[in-house]
Structures are given as structure tokens and as C-alpha cells.
């Protein structure tokens, strides 16, 4: 099952400004997923202007990179807790990517969104400065990505 | 057609650290669609907690009340304009609840966009005061939601 978004939305909108009962409708952890993914979705969007001065499809502009990472940082700067409850697993519903183990202890998730956080902020000291230092920072943050995503998040057969 | 997100997401992810030429395969105008419906998913999903207090259904809890009005401002202050392209309506593709009309000057949707901002603003300086000062501010938070959604977001058939 895939959540519907516009259901969704429309539903936490709906009980957030009538004050419907709606929302008990819609499965919290399915909102959570939703929100989740929605996160990653923004994550990539406003870095993508970064990966095309990486790959040089897009010249490198000083002010684009910098602006570019200054959005990643507020992203990252959100506060996640919400984002990463507990059960919101693939185990529980196939519209999760997350796998389990990714709330095992030694998956230290924390761990892991604080070192997304950090390689964010270093991305937007560095972004501005020159392509070489830029890519430089961007490769650590996307290795900051993919530590998760490697072992955590569920890969589709091909 | 609604945009995958899990392959959206997959594929720029992979141009982004993987210098892939995949990007190019996803719809540009799909993948902005798929940003702005994640940017609302998080505006409500970090909204939830006032809209509960509003109605009572979670106590007051001037911290708590603080806390997610400072996430709506980080998502408020994000630039926003990749998110709104022009050319990413209904009209476009049925994935997307903007309608076409909403990108007419007579709509103004950087004055809407504007007073989105300014009242999650006035939202993040009210919400730790007390109840009744939140509610006002969320009221008034809810009707820049609503100034827009009424006229130019699509209301499916029920």
C-alpha cells in the first residue's frame, strides 16, 4: 500500500483548520512515512542544483552553491524526531523504505542524522568558496547519505 | 500518472553521487511537482501538534508549541522558488492539485507565498505565550493556507 499524499494532506488540513475529527482516520505511522519520504524528496531537490556543478552540467556559481546548501542546512536543521518514529519500518507497511534494522541500537540512527547534520553545515562553509572545495564537501555529505541508504534502505529487485 | 517518488528520488540521488546520466530520464517538471506536494506534507506533518492544541485534543504546551512553530518557519523560509516553476500545474500533469490559474498575475502567489512566511512569523512569536495567543496565530497562519487552497488547489469530485 502506498499512502495517498492528497488524501493525507488534506486530511491533517482539514482537522487542523475545522477542527474535524478526520485525522483519526489516517494512520499516524503512514503520515510519518509520508513525512519522511517527503523530507528525502526536499533533501534531493534542493541539493540537485549542487550534484550538477559536481557532474559540470551546470557551471559553477558561487552564490547558486551557497544558496543551494544554505536550504540542505535547514532541512537537515529540522527536528527529525518526529520523522524517525519507531515502527514506521517497511516491516510494518511496503510504503517504507526503511529497513528494520535501521532501529537496532547498533544502527545508531541518531549517530547517523547528527553526521548528516554536521557534513551539511561543512557543505555550506565550503560551497561558496571554489568548485574543488565544494565537491570536496558534497562528496562527504553524500557519503553521509549513502552510509544509510547502503544497509538501511530497501533496494527494489531490478 | 503520479511521479514514483522512491525512483525520483533513487535516480537523482544516484546523479547526484554516482555522476549518473539518469537525471535526464525523470521529468524535470514531474520532479517539482513531487517537491512542492513534499514541501506541504511537511508543513503539515510539523503543523500537527498546534493544530491538536488548537482543538484540544494534546494540552498546551507552550515548549512543544514553540518547537513546531520554529520547524514551520524553517520550512516557510526555504526558498521557494523551484518550487512553484511555472508550468507545473494541473494543466501539466494530473499529479499536481495547482491550478493553472494560480500562476496568472492577478493570483499573486509571491504575495501568497509572502504572507505564508510572515504568518508562520508571527506564528513562531506567539506560539510559547499561552493558548488563546497561539490560537489566534495559527488562525491567522491557516487562512494563508486557505487564501490559496480555496481558489487554486484542485478539489477532487467526492
Redesign the interface.
Known sequence: MRIN??I??GT??A???L?AAH?QSVDPKL??I??R??????V?????P??AM??GSMPYDAAAAS?AA??IV??T???QT??WEAGTDRAYDESS?ALSALWEPTADLNGKLAALRETSLALQAAAGTDLATMQTA?ASF?DT??AC?GDFKFK?PK
Open positions: 499524499k492528497t493525507a494532506l491533517i488540513l482537522s487542523l483548520s477542527g485525522a503520515v510519518v509520508d513525512a519520504q517527503s523530507f528525502m524528496s526536499l534531493a531537490f534542493y541539493s540537485a549542487l550534484g559536481d557532474k544558496a544554505n536550504q535547514a532541512l536543521s529540522l527536528d518526529g520523522l523504505l558534497l553524500n547519505c549513502k541508504h527494489p
